[in-house]
């Protein structure tokens, strides 16, 4: 019996269970919200991983990697802050390895993200925003809730802003995008949290042979890459409020601030002009994709990153 391509991809996604799953994520070209006369705009959709997010890429990284070298145990506890997309990324896989995982969250953040972890089977612990929505001091109080919970005994910090494992994590994603351009990107340009995924992402890249111009993004609302100075903004996984442990900036050829409400806008075009159901961190890196590409016009190639699905912020003010 011959089986087409789509069948063996699928049956090989089957065998290999639903980690195996991650990655591989289509690239598509935008049409319809690029501007005539412009360079090409490609997005990978890293909502086509199994909880909707790239970050399914470095919690599968830092997990089995962490197993590998014998730092956690089959039965042992996760612990990480977070905003819920590697929160939800980490509570798949720990289901998949058999760990337990608790995530330091907060109400400033989206509530379905909430709903994820706890669906995955997590503990999720919240910390009052008070109305501030996210801000430096609330991270900072994440995150020491965090480490005292790794006090205990069988606990691992998964330390999403430390472990070598999440630029790894991020480096097939890099692979990915040179194998189906051919190697043909002038730019690669995304926001940045950790810096990982901009990190890893373009070190996937170089490892192709050529070197785009990369370009970080920050939300207007928080510039602390461009001014020094964070604040709060509604940008979730993004201008985290402290230097991004990951970010390289010798390896970076702009830093642009871009403002929440444009990305919030692009949000609900790419949406209804393209199909395409996106998060706010995706519109603002869609936003700062097209205005690289008016300026270096048409004849060349911008490519960013479709981050996480717009399924997890239904409820919130993006759609709402």
Known sequence: MAY?????????????????????????????VVPKNSAEVWLKLEANNPTGSYKDRIAKSMLQNALDRGDVSIGDTVVEYTGGS??????????????????????????SKQQMMESFGAR???ESSHG??????????????????????????????????????????????????????????????????????????????????VIA??????????????????????GVGF???????SLLDDIRIIDQEDAFSMCKRLAREEGLFCGASTGLNVVGAIGIAREIGSGHRVVTLGCDSGLKYLGGHIYS
């Open 217 to 238: 993004f920050e939300p207007a609302q928080s510039p602390l890459l461009t001014t020094g100075k964070g604040g709060a903004h509604r940008v979730e996984g993004i």
């Open 124 to 126: 999720v612990i919240v």
């Open 132 to 213: 501030a929505g996210i801000t430096p001091e609330l991270i900072q109080r994440m995150k020491k809730r965090a480490l005292q919970l790794c006090e205990n005994p069988n606990t691992y910090y998964a330390d999403q802003f430390g472990s070598p494992d999440v630029t790894l994590g991020y480096e097939p994603m890099g692979q990915e995008i040179a194998k189906v351009l051919d190697g043909n990107v002038n730019v690669f340009c995304a926001a940045v949290g950790t810096g990982g995924a901009i990190m890893g992402t373009a070190r996937g890249l170089f490892e192709s042979g050529r070197k785009p111009k």
């Open 4 to 32: 087409s391509f789509n069948e063996i991809r699928r049956l090989k996604q089957i065998v290999s269970g639903p980690l195996g799953l991650v990655g591989n994520t289509p690239l598509v070209k935008l049409s319809k």
């Open 243 to 249: 230097y991004p442990p990951f970010l390289d900036k």
């Open 86 to 111: 590697t929160g939800s990324s980490l509570a798949f896989v720990s289901s998949v390895l058999g760990l337990k995982f608790v995530a330091i969250f907060s109400d400033a953040f989206s509530k």
